[in-house]
C-alpha cells in the first residue's frame, strides 16, 4: 500500500509541475503580446487626412460593429430622413417598419437596397403591414469591401493572424525538477521489489523530463487584435473630431442631422439608435416566437 501512496505522490508531483510550467509558458506569452501591442502603438502614425479618406463603415468595422453595426446605420440613417418609418405598435404590423417617401439623392448603394426591399413589400398582403428591421438585407459585400480596404491600408489584420515569433515553448524548470523527484522514488520502489510500480514510476519521470526539454514544440498560439495599432489611432482621431455625435454628451434635445447619422452610430455604437426613434433598439432582435398571427 505505502508503495501505491509513493507512486500517486510522484504522479501528482510530476502533473502539478506540468501545470505550474504550462501556465508560466502562458504567461510568457502574454507578456511578448502586450510588449508587441505596445510597441507597435508607439510607432503607429496616420496621415493627416485619415479619418476623411474613411467613411462610417470603414470606421464602423474597426469598432468591431460588425455586419450589425453598418446596418443599424443606414437604418438610422433613413429613418432621421423619414423615409423608413414605423407603424403603431397596436395596428396590424407589430415591429415593422414601411419605406414612404423618395430617398435622398445621397443615399448609397445599400441605403437604396434597404428601401428598395421595404418599399417592394408593400405589394404583398404581408408587406403591407411593413417589414420587420431584422428581415432587411445584410451589408455583406459592403463591409467584406471595407475590411479589404482597412487591411490593405495598414488599419486592420487578417482575420486570426499570430503573433510574430511561433510562440515557442520555454524549458519547464518545475517539471525537471519533478522528473529528478522519480529518481529516488524509482530506487525505493525496486528495493521493495515493486516492479510494476517501479517501471510505472519511471515511466512518468521520462515522460515529464520529455515535457520539460522539448522546447520546439508550439504551445498557445497567440491571436494579434484584427485592429492595428493605426486602426486603433484613426478611430481615436474620428470620435475626437466628431465628438459632437457623442450621445453621452450632446444634448438630449439636439435632433442629429441626417448626414452625420451613419457616422454617429459608426463611433459611438447603437446608443445613438434610441436618440433617433425609440422604436429602433426595441424592434431590432428577432424574438424567440412567432410574432405573426395565424395565417400570415
Avoid at 500500500?1 to 510568457?28: E, H, K, P, Q, Y
Avoid at 469598432?63 to 396590424?92: C, M, Q, Y
Avoid at 525538477?177 to 530506487?187: F, I, L, S
Avoid at 448626414?259 to 424574438?287: C, E, H, K, N
Wanted: with cysteine; proline share 7%; glycine share 10%.
Amino acid at each position: 500500500m505505502t508503495d501505491w501512496l509513493i507512486l500517486f505522490g510522484c504522479l501528482v508531483i510530476a502533473l502539478t509541475a506540468m501545470s505550474v510550467d504550462g501556465i508560466g509558458r502562458a504567461n510568457a506569452e502574454d507578456a511578448r503580446l502586450e510588449a508587441f501591442v505596445a510597441e507597435e502603438r508607439r510607432s503607429a502614425v496616420v496621415e493627416p487626412d485619415a479619418v476623411e479618406r474613411l467613411g462610417p463603415v470603414e470606421l464602423g468595422w474597426l469598432n468591431s460593429s460588425g455586419l450589425r453595426g453598418v446596418k443599424e446605420g443606414a437604418v438610422a440613417r433613413l429613418v432621421a430622413d423619414g423615409v423608413l418609418r414605423r407603424l403603431p405598435p397596436d395596428g396590424p404590423g407589430p415591429q415593422r417598419w414601411v419605406a414612404r417617401g423618395t430617398l435622398p439623392e445621397d443615399a448609397d448603394e445599400f441605403e437604396r437596397e434597404l428601401w428598395t426591399a421595404a418599399a417592394q413589400s408593400r405589394a404583398h398582403s404581408v408587406g403591407r403591414r411593413g417589414h420587420y428591421l431584422w428581415a432587411l438585407p445584410d451589408p455583406v459585400g459592403l463591409a467584406r469591401a471595407a475590411e479589404a480596404r482597412l487591411i490593405s491600408e495598414g488599419y486592420a489584420r487578417q482575420p486570426g493572424e499570430l503573433l510574430p515569433g511561433g510562440g515557442q515553448r520555454h524549458r519547464g524548470r518545475w517539471s525537471m525538477a519533478a522528473a529528478a523527484v522519480a529518481v529516488p522514488v524509482v530506487t525505493v520502489l525496486v528495493v521493495d521489489h515493486a516492479w510494476v510500480r517501479a517501471v510505472l514510476a519511471l515511466l512518468v519521470g521520462a515522460f515529464t523530463l520529455g515535457a520539460a526539454l522539448n522546447s520546439t514544440d508550439s504551445i498557445l498560439p497567440r491571436r494579434l487584435p484584427a485592429r492595428t495599432a493605426r486602426g486603433a489611432l484613426v478611430l481615436h482621431l474620428a470620435r475626437e473630431r466628431f465628438a459632437d455625435l457623442n450621445p453621452a454628451t450632446r444634448p438630449a434635445s439636439e435632433a442629429y442631422d441626417p448626414r452625420t447619422v451613419r457616422m454617429a452610430v459608426a463611433l459611438f455604437g447603437s446608443p445613438v439608435l434610441g436618440r433617433i426613434d425609440d422604436g429602433l433598439r426595441s424592434d431590432w432582435d428577432q424574438p424567440t416566437t412567432h410574432v405573426d398571427g395565424p395565417g400570415e
